[in-house]
């Protein structure tokens, strides 16, 4: 009784309440004006056909539109008024304007690097293009003078995570989708409880959706009370409303300009195997000492201004390193960032250049592999081209439904010759691509359609560095504890769990 106390007044269970209870009044309008229904279902399934229009003629990606036209297509009642409520990713006018203002603001403090990009074409053509697209459209410039360590496991990265914290002089910074009460993350607010009273800025941006399950509402409040200045992405509210389709799902820890960190990563404990979810959590991070921690310093401030609504100076956080402290940095290293807001799907383009441009092996993590047509062609042309390559996915699942579309995906990569892994130990949470001994990306990007399109993300692009041997030796020891997925294997799975993912797959982009 208590459980179910708890839950009727938890605020899932008024949200949830409150979206049945409008459903409910426009079902009941419709009821209590039956007389008018010939007209209500007459307009309806005008509203329908527009809809569909809409959704044709979008900018989308095609596979969500058909996501989309099918569902208004069978329900022309509420499948229109659902894609008003939650397939449009539109903002008003003044949300458009702060956004391109904050966006231009980013752009001024992120000085462009024609050298670094020069320099690097010297060495390879392919790397300075996929540099080049990158600072041209997510306007982050690539860096050299940058340390860059790849973290295996959520236990190193919360060891270093702390071990940097402690250092903090002037200010930290921590941006993260999930944050729940626990060791890991009642160690780290206990830090930065001390470093606020003893006068450093200590900020923290947590998404709302992401922590709904995790911290009580409004902790914001609990975290100004100690002196940490707190901002939360989004806050749901009790409407329908296409607000709910864009998260911040970027994990960012900045201390001082110096030090960051991101990756798949949050602060749960989870993370560090405190305890099993899902069987053993696998996941990776990031971690950056020098000039290149100014752009996820940029990310953060840019993200801080726009929930905050306010113009801040960006520029009193660069900090410029005295010319004795040089870091010991190798290769070229470039943080970007994605918005859903811009029609410029950064994080796949990123994905597909290194897909594309392979030449001998492309080995790739990821908790889900729902796939458009143009990523199933980039990884199936790469294998028959004789690329080796492989993708890791998890064994255990989070989400059953959107593991079985995953798995639906399997046999045309596997048939292309892609291998397929899945990691047994558990659930495989790490988002990162590692090429050829030269190229690698660690971030927060999924290979899911909400990830892409829908949420905001960041990730590392590496080329040169060190970093990139040891994410191509962690895969490879990970591989050890890997089931390869065989057609035999899909041929032994149930015909119910082959006809699931053939249904789900077409409503995949809206999981």
Not at 178 to 183: M, N, P, R, T, V
Not at 392 to 401: E, L, N, Q, R
Not at 403 to 419: A, P
Request: proline share 4%; charged share 25%; hydrophobic share 45%.
């Amino acid at each position: 009784m208590e459980f179910i106390r708890k839950f009727l007044f938890h605020r899932v269970a008024l949200i949830i309440i409150a979206i049945i209870l409008q459903l409910l009044v426009l079902l009941g309008a419709i009821i209590r004006f039956n007389q008018y229904i010939a007209y209500f279902y007459g307009g309806s399934l005008l509203l329908s056909i527009v809809a569909v229009f809409w959704v044709v003629n979008s900018r989308s990606n095609p596979v969500y539109k058909l996501a989309w036209v099918i569902p208004i297509l069978l329900f022309p009642i509420f499948g229109s008024l659902f894609y008003i409520f939650f397939g449009r990713n539109k903002l008003n006018r003044r949300t458009k304007r702060q956004m391109k203002f904050i966006t231009e603001k980013s752009q001024e403090v992120l000085e462009p690097k024609p050298r670094i990009i020069d320099e690097m074409a010297g060495f390879n053509e392919n790397a300075a293009n996929q540099s080049r697209y990158i600072n041209d459209y997510s306007f982050y410039p690539p860096y050299t003078n940058t340390y860059t360590e790849f973290l295996p496991s959520g236990e190193i990265k919360f060891a270093r995570l702390k071990e940097e914290l402690k250092k903090a002089q002037h200010y930290i910074f921590l941006e993260y989708f999930i944050i729940d009460e626990g060791k890991m993350w009642n160690s780290i607010l206990e830090i930065l409880a001390e470093k606020a009273k003893a006068g450093v800025d200590v900020r923290v941006i947590y998404d709302d959706l992401g922590c709904i399950l995790t911290l009580p509402y409004r902790y914001d409040k609990i975290l100004e009370e100690m002196g940490i200045k707190c901002s939360i992405f989004n806050p749901l509210i009790p409407l329908l409303s296409p607000r709910l389709n864009n998260r911040d799902h970027r994990k960012i820890a900045i201390i001082d300009g110096k030090v960051g960190f991101t990756g798949g990563i949050n602060l749960a404990d989870e993370y560090i195997i405190e305890y099993e979810k899902y069987g053993h959590w696998k996941d990776t991070a990031i971690m950056l000492k020098g000039d290149a921690v100014w752009s996820l310093t940029v990310m953060f401030l840019s993200m801080w201004d726009f929930i905050r609504g306010i113009n801040e100076d960006f520029s009193k956080f660069k900090i410029s390193l005295p010319p004795d402290e040089k870091i010991a940095g190798d290769g070229y290293v470039q943080p970007f960032a994605d918005n859903p807001l811009d029609d410029e799907p950064i994080g796949e383009i990123v994905h597909l250049n290194l897909i594309n441009k392979a030449r001998r092996y492309i080995y790739i993590t990821t908790p889900y592999l729902i796939l458009d047509n143009e990523m199933v062609m980039a990884l199936t042309s790469a294998a028959k081209g004789g690329v080796d390559v492989r993708i890791i996915t998890p064994h255990h699942a989070d989400k059953w439904y959107v593991h079985t579309v995953s798995q639906s995906y399997y046999k045309i990569l596997i048939e292309s010759g892609v291998k397929i892994y899945e990691y047994t130990p558990g659930f495989m949470h790490a988002k990162s691509f590692v090429a050829d001994d030269e190229y690698g990306v660690v971030g927060t990007i999924n290979m899911d359609y909400r990830s892409l399109f829908l949420h905001f993300e960041c990730a590392v692009w590496m080329y040169g560095t060190s970093s990139v041997l040891a994410m191509k030796e962690d895969f490879l020891n990970t591989l050890e504890k890997c089931t390869e997925i065989t057609l035999e294997y899909l041929e032994r799975m149930p015909w119910y769990k082959t006809l699931a993912g053939t249904v789900l797959r077409i409503f995949a982009p809206l999981m």
